[in-house]
């Protein structure tokens, strides 16, 4: 049973490290959003995965606490990418419904 726990924890050692390298790689910041998402994921996995290896409820209170944090934290971050005007689009570029575009007659 030991061969499990094994493969367990190097399968999530490496979503760590996966989760490592985009959030240094980017390149936007919902790119790093979700891989912090990600490692916060494997990191309460890891916890729950050592807690029932050992039987050691003790660890629950600090799973929720992170779990509540991952959630606060992924939602202040969309609500701050929501707010924040598009890159790359200019307002003028935009058509809206009902107007009309560049070279369109009236008829």
């Given at each position: 049973?030991?061969?499990?726990?094994?493969?367990?924890?190097?399968l999530l050692g490496?979503?760590?490290?996966?989760?490592?390298?985009?959030?240094?790689?980017?390149?936007?910041?919902?790119?790093?959003?979700?891989?912090?998402?990600?490692?916060?994921?494997?990191?309460?996995?890891?916890?729950?995965?050592?807690?029932?290896?050992?039987?050691?409820?003790?660890?629950?209170?600090?799973?929720?606490?992170?779990?509540?944090?991952?959630?606060?934290?992924?939602?202040?971050?969309?609500?701050?990418?929501?707010?924040?005007?598009?890159?790359?689009?200019?307002?003028?570029?935009?058509?809206?419904?009902?107007?009309?575009?560049?070279?369109?007659?009236?008829?």
């Open positions: 049973m030991s061969a499990l726990w094994v493969i367990v924890a190097v490496v979503a760590a490290l996966l989760c490592t390298a985009r959030l240094l790689l980017g390149p936007s910041i919902l790119d790093r959003a979700l891989s912090v998402d990600v490692l916060l994921a494997s990191a309460l996995t890891g916890l729950g995965a050592y807690a029932a290896y050992f039987r050691d409820p003790t660890i629950l209170p600090i799973l929720l606490v992170l779990s509540l944090l991952g959630f606060v934290g992924s939602i202040s971050i969309s609500k701050f990418v929501a707010r924040r005007p598009e890159e790359h689009v200019r307002p003028e570029d935009t058509i809206h419904p009902g107007t009309k575009g560049e070279g369109e007659s009236s008829e």
